[in-house]
Each structure stands twice: as structure tokens, then as C-alpha cells.
Nanobody, 125 residues
Framework: VQLQASGGGLVQAGDSLRLSCTAS????????VGWFRRAPGKEREFVAA????????SYVDSVKGRFTISRDNAENTIHLQMNSLKAEDTAVYFC???????????????????WGQGTEVTVSS
């Protein structure tokens, strides 16, 4: 099973991008899905996560009000809508599936065991 993140690109500050994450060979089912990012020279950090029923969603404070995570279970796709992008949002964005089959969401890297290869987002100021 592989995760494929897409939708990254080069944009200007204030612009929007929509990232997508799909899984090969299986559906996300009732697994939660998370987005992380790694900015240049920094460690990977949690961005957002959503459980399978939309009942639980979590965001890092720096993206609240600007980013929206959603999932289309019929299309087996997770989206991250990013609005009002800032230069500090520049990073490689990864989607990931946690090792736990539960209704919770997780913000720690250690809780995830399946990662996509990432899609690069560059925001010019």
C-alpha cells in the first residue's frame, strides 16, 4: 500500500492550494489520516488530521482558520485546502495513516506508520 500526495506548487503569499492524498491498493476505510509538513531546515511537524467520520478534526494552531482538512470516502481521497498561504507555510507536505485503527486523531509522528512521499509547497512573499 502506498500513499500519494499531490497538489503542491509555487504560489504567492495570500494564494490558495488544495492538496490531495490517495491510497493505492486499499481504501482509507475507518482509519484517520493526518497531514504533516517539513519546512527547510526544520523537523517534520503535524498540520492536521481527520478521523473517518468527520467527528474529530485537529489542526496545529498556526494553520487554524486558513487550512481545512476533509475527506471524500467515496473517492478514497483526503484533501487539505490551504488558503491565505504564507511564506512560512513553505514545506514538503506529507499525508500519513496512523498505526491505530480507531476513531481518534493523532498529532505525533510516532503514531503513524504509513507515509506518502510528499508534495512540495513553495510560497513566495
Amino acid at each position: 500500500v502506498q500513499l500519494q500526495a499531490s497538489g503542491g506548487g509555487l504560489v504567492q503569499a495570500g494564494d490558495s492550494l488544495r492538496l490531495s492524498c490517495t491510497a493505492s491498493a486499499r481504501t482509507f476505510g475507518r482509519y484517520s489520516v493526518g497531514w504533516f509538513r517539513r519546512a527547510p531546515g526544520k523537523e517534520r511537524e503535524f498540520v492536521a488530521a481527520i478521523n473517518w467520520s468527520y467527528g474529530v478534526i485537529s489542526y496545529v494552531d498556526s494553520v487554524k482558520g486558513r487550512f481545512t482538512i476533509s475527506r471524500d470516502n467515496a473517492e478514497n481521497t483526503i484533501h487539505l485546502q490551504m488558503n491565505s498561504l504564507k511564506a512560512e507555510d513553505t514545506a514538503v507536505y506529507f499525508c500519513a495513516v496512523p498505526r491505530y485503527y480507531s476513531s481518534g486523531v493523532y498529532s505525533q509522528e510516532k503514531d503513524y506508520n504509513l507515509w506518502g512521499q510528499g508534495t512540495e509547497v513553495t510560497v513566495s512573499s
